[in-house]
């Protein structure tokens, strides 16, 4: 009887609409936004934070001062001796595409071979925020939640899409940020979604607080925060990046 009273109800709701444009939709459209023009270009609507030029767009998260990282030939690469480098500009909720490039004679292993990260917010001086690790992951063992692709020890990537060193990878990122009350108490988590190399590494990752090297993570509450990316101090050549660009997003509802 239940089946028979269910399927009545689905007949009638069926015969209700009967026009297919009865559930078309036409307003608003969407915005039109020009994709990137070919290779190393960006959507018409980016914010550009490194187009091969120049560190216009970055300072040093220490004190401010202009990034003194290395750029030459179109590409940047991590001056170990300048510390970490972080955008002028404070974001929210964003998407955002770099490319990094591990060097091809790389040396090392674990956690000291080709190190670096993007952090999604700074909120520090230091290592401060919420790290998505960049490493030399190809054929190099190190902690699950710790290699390219792992939110730092918090999720692990569900792939291994390393390329070899000494070619050119790229991160797709969709951050959105913690919100915070009045009060400083967490209304709800950040949440990460990231591909690498094309692959679905991070699938809506809800993050339990700032990534940390050591004990349990942990929110503090803050507001629109820089980009960062990471001089590690390990003792390996230094990584390179270009390309990098960030579209801003419309908070969630
Ligand atoms: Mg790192």
């Not at 767009?57 to 030459?72: E, G, H, N």
């Not at 091809?104 to 952090?119: E, L």
């Not at 998505?132 to 569900?158: C, F, M, R």
Request: with cysteine; aromatic share 8%.
């Amino acid at each position: 009887m239940l089946t028979l009273a269910a399927g009545l109800c689905a007949a009638s709701s069926v015969a209700a609409q009967t026009k297919p444009e009865e559930t078309e939709v036409w307003k608003p459209t969407a915005p039109i936004v020009a994709p990137a023009a070919g290779e190393g270009g960006a959507p018409s609507d980016a914010i550009v934070l490194f187009d091969g030029h120049d560190l216009a767009q970055w300072v040093s998260t220490q004190d401010k001062s202009p990034a003194a990282w290395t750029v030459r030939n179109g590409v940047l690469t991590v001056d170990k001796t300048k510390g970490n480098i972080e955008t002028k500009q404070n974001f929210r909720d964003y998407q955002l595409h770099l490319e990094w490039r591990i060097p091809a004679d790389i040396a090392g292993s674990g956690q000291a071979r080709g190190n670096s990260g993007v952090f999604l917010a700074s909120t520090g001086p230091r290592d401060q925020g919420y790290e998505v690790q960049i490493l030399d992951s190809y054929e190099n063992a190190t902690y699950v939640n710790g290699q390219a692709g792992s939110v730092y020890k918090q999720h692990p990537p569900l792939a291994n899409a390393s390329r070899k060193p000494g070619e050119w990878q790229s991160y797709d990122i969709v951050w959105r940020a913690p919100v915070f009350g009045a009060d400083g108490a967490l209304k709800s988590p950040a949440v990460v979604t990231v591909i690498h190399n094309g692959l679905l590494v991070q699938d809506h990752a809800v993050l339990a607080g700032e990534t940390v090297y050591i004990g349990k993570p942990v929110y503090k509450a803050h507001g629109p925060a820089p980009i960062k990316l990471q001089a590690h101090g390990d003792p390996s050549a230094p990584i390179s990046f270009r390309n990098i660009w960030v579209r801003e997003l419309a908070p969630r509802p």
